[in-house]
C-alpha cells in the first residue's frame, strides 16, 4: 500500500480475454455517507460512535501528564507547540528505532499478540527505519506522541478530554491534499504535520469562499443553470479571487488548458463499445484468486460504482437530456 494513498474496501479483481480487470462497487462506507447525509443511522453505528468517543475520552490526563513530564528530565521542557512537534520526531526517529517501535506500539494500545507480530515482520525486514516500514503508524505515532508531550508542557489543556477527540482528526491527514477546520485546536496543530504540499484552510474562509461561488453561478441565466453544475461549472471561475480557483491552480493545474481545449467528445458507438466492455467485465469475469495480489496500477480496466443524488440542495447535477434517459434506462430494465 502506498502511504497516503486510502485502502478501499469490497475491490474484485477478474480476468477476462486476457485483460485484468478491478470491480470495485459502492463500498459500505459511501453508503453509509450517504445515509447518514439523510440522518439516517444504525443503531450500531451510533453505539460504535459513542465507544469511540469514550475510547478517545476516557485517557486520565492527570496520569499522562505525570508520566510525560519525566521526559522534561532529561529533555528540556518545550516552550511552544512546534518544539513539542520537534521532539516528537526526534524520539520516533532516533537510532533505537526497535525501541521507538515497540513504545508506539504500546502507547497506541496495539493489543499484545499484535504488537510481536508487527516487530517480527520487522526484524524479518531487517529493522529498516520506522518511516519506510510503518509509515502510517509513524504519523499516528507522532500525533499522539505530540499530543501528550504537549498536555505536559501545558501547551494544550489537560481539562477538556474532547482534545484528544479533536486531535484523532489529524489521523486522516496523510490522505489529503487540503484539510480545512474551524477548530481551534486544528488550527494551531494541523500545519505542524502538513506537508510542504499540503495545504490547510480556515474553515471560515472557506465557508467564505463557497459563499462567493454560489453568488457566482446564482447570477447566471436560468435556462443555463438548469443545464446542471457538471455542465456550466465542470471548473471553478478563471477568477484567482476565489481560494477555490487558487486550489485549483495548485493542486491540478492542468484544468485551465483543458478547459480552453476541451477533449473530443466520445462518440456514442465509442461510448456504447465501453459500456459493453465493462458491463462483460462485471458479469463474465473470471474472480482472481484473493492469494494473487494484484497492483490496482497493473490493471487494464477499473470500474468504480458510484451513485449520486440528482441535485444537490438547490443545484441540479446533470443535463435534463441525461436525467431523463437514466430514467428510462431504469424503468426499462424494471419491466
Known amino acids: 500500500m502506498r502511504f497516503g494513498r486510502p485502502t478501499i474496501s469490497g475491490g474484485k479483481t477478474v480476468t477476462l480475454g486476457g485483460k485484468t480487470g478491478?470491480?470495485?462497487e459502492q463500498p459500505p462506507e459511501l453508503k453509509a455517507l450517504q445515509r447518514w447525509q439523510r440522518r439516517e443511522f444504525l443503531d450500531v453505528e451510533r453505539q460504535m460512535a459513542k465507544a469511540w468517543r469514550r475510547g478517545l475520552s476516557g485517557v486520565d490526563f492527570d496520569q499522562i501528564y505525570k508520566t510525560f513530564q519525566q521526559w522534561f528530565v532529561a529533555l528540556e521542557k518545550p516552550k511552544t507547540l512546534?518544539?513539542?512537534k520537534s521532539i516528537s520526531k526526534q524520539f520516533i526517529d532516533a537510532p533505537d528505532q526497535e525501541g521507538a517501535f515497540t513504545f508506539g506500539l504500546s502507547l497506541l494500545g496495539v493489543p499484545q499478540h499484535i504488537q510481536e507480530s508487527a516487530l517480527s515482520r520487522w526484524r524479518a525486514a531487517g529493522k529498516p527505519?520506522?518511516?519506510e516500514f510503518a509509515p502510517y503508524?509513524?504519523?499516528v505515532f507522532s500525533v499522539d506522541l505530540f499530543f501528550y508531550l504537549a498536555i505536559a508542557a501545558d501547551l494544550i489543556s489537560r481539562a477538556r478530554p474532547s482534545n484528544k477527540v479533536d486531535l484523532a482528526y489529524l489521523y486522516y491527514l496523510p490522505f489529503c491534499m487540503v484539510f480545512t477546520s474551524s477548530d481551534k485546536l486544528h488550527t494551531r496543530t494541523a500545519p505542524l504535520f502538513l506537508k510542504s504540499d499540503q495545504t490547510f484552510v480556515e474553515g471560515a474562509e472557506l465557508k467564505t469562499d463557497l459563499g462567493k461561488l454560489d453568488s457566482h453561478y446564482s447570477s447566471f441565466p436560468e435556462e443555463v443553470r438548469?443545464?446542471?453544475i457538471l455542465e456550466f461549472a465542470h471548473y471553478?471561475?478563471?477568477d484567482t479571487s476565489f481560494l477555490v480557483t487558487r486550489l485549483w491552480d495548485k493542486y491540478l493545474p492542468a484544468w485551465r488548458k483543458h478547459q480552453a481545449q476541451p477533449l473530443k467528445e466520445m462518440s456514442k458507438e465509442a461510448h456504447?463499445?465501453?459500456v459493453t466492455e465493462l458491463n462483460r467485465l462485471r458479469e463474465e469475469g473470471v474472480p482472481v484468486s484473493p492469494n494473487t495480489p494484484v497492483n490496482s496500477d497493473d490493471t487494464d480496466q477499473i470500474m468504480i460504482q458510484r451513485m449520486v443524488y440528482f441535485q444537490k440542495g438547490k443545484w441540479k447535477r446533470f443535463t435534463p437530456e441525461f436525467e431523463k434517459a437514466y430514467r428510462e434506462n431504469v424503468t426499462n430494465k424494471q419491466k
Open 226 to 228: 438548469n443545464r446542471g
Open 82 to 84: 512546534p518544539q513539542a
Open 272 to 274: 456504447s463499445k465501453m
Open 236 to 238: 471553478p471561475p478563471q
Open 137 to 139: 503508524f509513524r504519523h
Open 22 to 24: 478491478l470491480i470495485i
Open 129 to 131: 527505519a520506522i518511516k
